[in-house]
């Protein structure tokens, strides 16, 4: 039970070098308000659940397998306090929010939800941008 344990945590760890990467020139973002957080590993996932007082830490594992997007925001004057937490989803090539909320599963700030609005948009043009290039590059 142990070494399979191990070997399941050495794959995620590989698997999280692999995707972590990925997942920031995808979403990672800050501009002079809010920043857009990528947690690099299952203990930065449980930290955001204590802090928010929410149950992310049972996503832990679906973000490590790819299977689902956590991010954080925060605003950036205070980036290392939790302030909202964003769960990411995908869906004919496009992103969406399934959850994004403040502590204990409160809702987020207006202002705060429609900057996640907006942002969320631009990674949403920027990736339908990239899949037409790869896709004139691929016709050749």
Request: aromatic content about 10%; hydrophobic content about 30%; some cysteine.
């Given at each position: 039970r ?5 070997l399941?945590?050495?794959r ?9 990467p990925?997942l ?6 800050s501009d002079?308000?809010y920043?857009?957080v990528?947690?690099?590993c299952a203990a930065?996932i ?7 007082r929410n ?6 594992d ?8 956590i991010l ?7 980036i290392?306090?939790?302030?909202g ?9 496009s992103?969406y ?6 502590a204990g599963?409160?809702?987020l ?5 429609k900057w996640l609005d907006?942002w969320l948009n ?5 990736k ?11 016709v050749?």
């Open positions: 142990e070494e399979r344990e191990r399941e945590n050495y995620k760890t590989k698997y999280i070098e692999k995707l972590y990925d920031c020139d995808t979403f990672k973002y002079n308000k920043s857009i990528v947690p690099s930065d449980l930290d955001e659940a204590s802090q928010q149950c992310v830490g049972g996503y832990a679906r973000h490590l397998s790819g299977t689902t997007i954080f925001l925060r605003k950036t004057s205070d290392g306090r939790s302030f937490t964003l769960e990411i989803g995908r869906r004919n090539g992103y929010f399934v959850q994004a909320y403040a599963n409160k809702h700030p207006k202002d705060a939800q907006k631009n990674v949403n043009k920027v339908r941008a990239q899949n037409r290039i790869a896709l004139a590059l691929a050749g």
